[in-house]
């Protein structure tokens, strides 16, 4: 007849299986990343879902990019190397803008991630700050981008009007240019982490 194995011993068996099911080096190494299967054929719903003005298209096609009046910083601010054929990301932003200054962290980690997934995009902070010494204060801890300062506010809604939308528009706003220059992507609002998949389908289709 078995003998019947003491409850601590199970117990103490069931413990010791749930610490190793924990423990980092038993997850295996070939698991997907989280978005390899973003793919470009889903790029014509992102511009959809994801763009309030989508301009899809191949090489020399897209919308022209508007001028943006700019003014020198108040503060030092390092600017990045420029990537050659790369993608500009450019958001409008400002320090008195609570969603602006959440998310600005949340594009410092696409950024990379994107670069890891091979596709190369130069990030372009645009300030529309009249407070030049909140705008300083700000400047003083690393960005994840390049830092820019438009000229003025009111210069905000001439570019707005070049980029197809409405002048009224609340910040942030976000500006994806192609490698040759004409604009693909422009997204009223917020981004979200369940927006990269959509971001990238963008990107990838070129």
Known sequence: MTKPVPLFS???LVAVVGLAGCDDK???QTAA????????????????????????????????????????????????????????WINFWATWC??????IPLLGRWNESLAKDGVSIGLELWSVDDDQAALASWLKKPAPGRV????TFEDLAAVLDGLGVARASALPVHVLVDPNGAVRCVRV??????????????????
Request: proline share 13%.
């Open 33 to 88: 990343r989280r978005f390899d299967g973003v793919k470009t054929d889903n790029a014509a719903a992102a511009y959809k879902t994801f763009c309030e003005r989508g301009y899809p298209g191949g090489p020399g096609q897209g919308h022209k990019l508007p001028a943006m009046p700019e003014r020198p910083l108040p503060a030092a601010s390092p600017v990045p190397p420029a990537k050659p054929n790369a993608w500009r």
């Open 26 to 28: 038993n997850v295996p």
């Open 98 to 103: 609570t969603p602006c200054m959440d998310e």
């Open 189 to 206: 609002g917020a981004v979200h982490d369940e927006d990269y998949g959509a971001i990238k389908a963008i990107l990838v289709s070129g």
């Open 148 to 151: 820019r300062w438009l000229r």
């Open 10 to 12: 199970t117990l103490a």
